[in-house]
């Protein structure tokens, strides 16, 4: 009989490569459908590969490597994201609870260890600095809601930074006191050489980064040198007797005035670090955990059980005490704690020291139940970081009651970006976007078509340019210009994009995907890799009969609608197409929701026929089928997930499309959202996201199986 086991573990390097790819790769798509943050999903992934799990891969050298540089990427981004004026103001208060959220997680964890767990001093210690010490795990979901710089946010980076340095430099103790080395001499050298160390970089990165910048622009060797400067920092650090993990946090602190944020530089900076090194480090953390021993006994349940309880305690009392000290709301608290909970880089750089200590001929400071304790914590603190910092960052958006401005801006960056590929249909949309547009541009509208690179492509050129011509001439006959483009591209939703960041457009116009025999899905082959990429406003629009023969508006608005920088943007847009089809138009909603969108109506658009009917619960969406007539529009403000009026209700938006409002005149809205713009990949949270669970098909199969008679 065939034996398959003898091909495993891969050892090959160029299979084992091949495979950590296909991992990447798929694991976003394999916990999109499960709705397991990506983040854990790669930690899974290495368990399930690696020789605790099925025993796929062997973890070689290059899981050293990667997983090295991924670790060093980390610290290293959430360094040159840092707002550094706000980390002068708040040096003081950095200090305080970097001292706070050291202290407290290190007694604690300090005294379970002796106490509860019974391990030796050395060992307590040690286990009491990685507690200690955290990792901005959870920072790019900061990121997506906009908050960088919130007070609450710049504390906990920065309290972050103090956090490990100190426990990187109780760790050198520990390694020169296991070799009795930890004298007065020891303390002198080392204060010496980090003072040295510290100011050497601070003098001369500055110096020969501009030198570098002004006399190179290729953006290859801007890219190797920026490495360049991290890992020659991680180096020193490590030549002193601290982790790696502290030079890169530095030099990213160096050489955040250099690279601006919204730089291309910042952007392969980026893009390299979470395509490959970041997912890396983490599937390798992932190769260390060994679930096998949990069902061995009890006795490793404890030792998780404690060390995330008195570790993620000691984290909380440390943000909530702070957060006391500074006078600064419970919301604030949770983001502390949120931020400082999550444990990945300097655990596992430190347990990884303490594997190498010998306490005794063949014994090893870091017991193998420790090891796995330690790792299995990884898994619970990552998850617990990323759920209360979700929700926390949700809390400081309502707190601050952060409306965007409905004022009219000096140059209104009005530019509509419509997507047209069926000629039966492209005249709608665009007298669609006429009847929204500000009158007083004269030059706001672009029409676009994208046709496939494949051997159609030219034939399918051309039927665009008849597409683009044609609404061209429907656009001037109401005096309105139009630019037109007819694009190249491998994949249609990139193209509009690059599309939509040539033109500087600032919202898209598209019809709604209503061609089954191309696709099944309600999205369609690629509407939803548009919004998931992009968080500009995006109008989707289904219209069955003229414009003109419209007798009302009816708009679904969710809670917390009005926090969306994109609020006024979308009500406006509908403002004018009530007024210029002379309709009514009723909103839905909550009533804090209606009383903003009544104040704008009255005072922008006096002479518009609004309603306002309260709709407490987005659950109660289908219960307006029975009001929508055929001569109405229904309009569905909308939000993409991990944003600030996104509930769950949300994701069975399709269904209830689908089953109560198919055939009504349909228009759906994905308004400008807070955040980073979307096309930029975290190793958090990627483009990807599933249109529908694994627990939903499951649920529909079983519906499904349980309906035939």
Known sequence: MFDISRYFPITDPTLIF???????????????????????GMVLAGVLVGRYGLNILQRDASFELFGKVGLYY???????????????????????????????????????????????????????????????????IVGRYGIQRKPSVMLSVGSSMISLLLALVFLATLVAANGNEAGFSFWVLFILKFALYCAGLIWAIPRLTRWFLR???????????????????????????????????????????????????????????????IPYFLIGVGMLINVRILFQGGGILWVV????????????????????????????????????????????????????????????????????????MILFTCIISTLVTENAAKQIILRDKEFPSNEEPDKDDERVLIPVKYPEYANRLVNLAILMRNPKLSNNMVALNVVYDDMNMRKNQEAGRRILDMVTQYAAAADVKMATQVRIAA?????????????????????????????????????????????????????????????????????????EPGFYRWLERLARLAENLESRIQFHGRTDTLALINEFIRNRHADVRAEYIGMQHWNELPKLAGTIASDHLFVVVTARKGT????????????????????????????????????????????????????????DWLHRKLRRP
């Open 18 to 40: 091949f495979v950590v790819l296909l991992i990447i790769l798929s694991a976003p798509i394999i916990m999109g459908k499960l709705r397991i943050p990506h983040i854990i």
């Open 644 to 699: 600030v009026s996104y509930k769950s209700a949300l994701e069975s938006l399709p269904d209830e499309i689908t089953k109560y409002f198919n055939g009504k005149n349909l228009m759906i809205i994905f308004p400008d959202q807070f955040g980073d713009a979307m096309d930029t990949m975290t190793f958090a949270e990627p483009q990807h996201q599933e249109e529908q669970s694994a627990y939903e098909v499951l649920r």
């Open 215 to 277: 006399r190179y622009s290729d953006a290859v060797m801007q890219f190797i040198f920026v490495l360049s400067m991290l890992f020659l920092s991680a180096a020193l650090s490590e030549m002193i007797g601290l982790e790696g993990i502290f030079g890169a946090f530095l030099s990213g602190l160096i050489l955040n005035r250099f690279i601006p944020h919204v730089s291309p530089l910042m952007n392969r900076i980026e893009f390299i670090g979470n395509a490959l090194f």
């Open 305 to 376: 059980f404690c060390i995330v309880l008195f570790g993620t305690l000691g984290k909380a009392i440390a943000a909530y005490v702070a957060a006391m000290l500074f006078r600064m709301p419970v919301s604030s608290g949770n983001m502390m704690f949120g931020l400082t909970s999550a444990h990945a880089a300097g655990a596992i750089a430190m347990v990884m020291v303490g594997m190498k200590l010998e306490t005794s001929p063949g014994h090893y400071l870091v017991s193998d139940d420790m090891l796995n304790g330690v790792i299995i």
């Open 491 to 563: 994949n249609i939703a990139n193209g509009i994009k690059h599309a939509f960041k040539e033109f500087q457009a600032s919202e898209i116009l598209i019809g709604m995907h209503m061609h089954r025999n191309v696709s099944p899905k309600f999205w369609g082959e690629f509407h939803q890799s548009l919004f998931n990429g992009l968080n500009r406003q995006i109008i989707m629009a289904r219209l069955n009969q003229p414009l003109s023969t419209l007798r009302r508006i009816q708009v679904a608005v969710p809670s917390r609608a009005q926090y």
């Open 74 to 140: 980390i610290m290293f981004l959430a360094a040159l994201e840092l707002d550094m004026e706000g980390v002068r103001k708040n040096m003081a208060r950095m200090t305080v609870f970097g001292l706070l959220t050291f202290l407290i997680p290190f007694c604690l964890t300090w005294f379970m260890g002796i106490h509860l767990l019974h391990y030796s001093m050395m060992a307590s210690l040690l286990l009491a600095c990685i507690m200690a010490s955290n990792t901005l795990i959870a920072y790019p």
